[in-house]
């Protein structure tokens, strides 16, 4: 058995380099190349291609409401399918290596289905296959809780999120080989998009936030909280990395849900049933019951009168679960409660340093969006960042344009 000695390395795959099996092998054949200079790899993998969102709408179609925890129990699979066809993939390249699902790889969450927290890792068995010369091949996504031995899923893109706290109990940083680095923009959406050397970790979070599809959330805090250090993703996190002059325009998966009714009775979001207008005041914010509502922006304008408003956007399967069932009131009390989903939306945010007068820098934000004939575009700023929610149609070329026009040069 060959005896390595070079770094432990962990290496994270995303769906897409691993959208078929043509791709998956030659995956095999990069981290082959990577043995034989003697790296001990940890390889972190999600599931291939679209297998998620394809399982999920299979979910939906049995059940518009799926029960969490089957859904946890579904979902899983992609990942395992991932896992085995790589291992046996590697094995076909005369390279040792073993896979181990999340919670075989010590992965422990808390029991929250679809949207678990790791709350410890406990790699055991990881150096241990590693000393036998595999290549370490984990499922990510998921876990166990801890208390009910359950499986978990981490939130969609959780797989970030896996390596990184891989990486921590490791002592390892991230190398994520296929993922774009960070750039001024989504090259796939601006052609004109400059690469930036690093990319500070509050931006990289607001972007996360924004669901922009960079690297999930979770795993910026993770790798915040812990210092990981992510390469390939081009963040790096720790003193002396910061750089506030670096700014990206990112679109998200857009939707817009609103919903509004009168201040007494059930609202899909507060202010909720008979709660005083000044505790409304005092607590915006989250909608009830909208755990996938977590991430999204939200914003409640409060009408005035008896009246409430509440708005959110954000990716679509953030929100999608609160808007039905805004919708849902609102087809059962018409007369009080009026509720709108639009996905034919795109959220693009903007981030970067807070202008030093934020009217001026609306004003000339405003003025650019006039130039485009995209002038009456409702605008959110919060903090460092702006966003714009704007027709999907109108996505690439505004994207282009703000980008032209803010962030070139
Ligand atoms: N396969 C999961 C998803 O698509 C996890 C991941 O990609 O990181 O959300
Ligand atoms: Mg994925």
């Not at 679209?50 to 059940?63: E, F, H, K, V, Y």
């Not at 009168?305 to 849902?328: I, Y």
């Not at 945010?349 to 002038?375: F, I, M, S, Y």
């Amino acid at each position: 058995m060959t005896q390595l000695i070079g770094p432990i390395v962990v290496r994270k795959y995303g769906g897409s380099s691993l959208a078929d099996i043509d791709r998956l092998r030659a995956v095999a054949r990069d981290l082959k190349a990577a043995r034989a200079e003697g790296q001990r790899l940890v390889v972190v993998v999600s599931a291939m291609g679209d297998t998620t969102d394809r399982l999920t709408a299979q979910a939906r179609l049995a059940n518009p409401h799926p029960p969490r925890r089957e859904l946890d129990m579904l979902l899983t699979v992609g990942e395992r399918i991932s896992m085995s066809l790589l291992c046996m993939a590697l094995d076909a390249e005369g390279v040792p290596a073993v896979s181990l699902t999340g919670s075989q790889a010590g992965i422990i969450t808390d029991g929250s289905h679809t949207d678990a927290r790791i709350l410890a890792v406990r790699p055991i068995r990881v150096p241990e296959a590693l000393d036998r010369g595999q290549v370490v091949v984990v499922a990510g996504f998921r876990g166990v809780c801890g208390e009910t031995k359950e499986i978990t899923t981490l939130g969609r893109g959780g797989s970030d999120t896996s390596a990184v706290a891989l990486a921590h109990a490791l002592r390892r940083a991230v190398r994520d080989p296929r993922t774009c680095p960070a750039s001024t923009a989504d090259p796939k959406l601006v052609p004109d998009a400059r690469r930036l050397e690093r990319l500070d970790y509050d931006a990289m979070q607001r972007l996360a936030d924004s669901g922009c599809g960079v690297v999930h959330a979770k795993a910026v805090a993770y790798a915040r909280e812990h210092q990981v250090v992510l390469y390939g993703l081009e963040l790096r996190v720790g003193p002396g990395h910061h750089d506030r002059r670096r700014a990206r325009a990112r679109p998200a998966a857009g939707a817009g849900v609103r919903a509004a009714g009168p201040d007494r009775g059930q609202g899909p979001g507060p202010p909720r049933a008979g709660r005083s207008r000044r505790r409304a005041d005092r607590r915006p914010g989250r909608p009830r019951g909208a755990g996938h509502g977590r991430r999204p922006v939200d914003r409640p304008v409060l009408a005035g009168g008896e009246c409430w408003s509440w708005e959110a956007w954000g990716p679509r399967h953030h929100l999608r679960e609160v808007a039905t069932a805004a919708l849902a009131l609102a087809r059962t009390r018409p007369e009080q409660v009026t509720a709108h989903w639009d996905d034919e939306r795109a959220v693009i945010t903007l981030v970067g340093r807070k202008p030093e007068n934020w009217p001026a820098g609306l004003t000339q934000l405003q003025a650019v969006l006039a130039g485009l004939d995209a002038g009456g575009l409702p605008l959110r700023t919060d903090g460092e960042l702006v966003r714009i929610l704007a027709p999907a149609d109108r996505l690439r070329d505004l994207a282009a344009s703000l980008h032209a026009a803010l962030l070139a040069g």
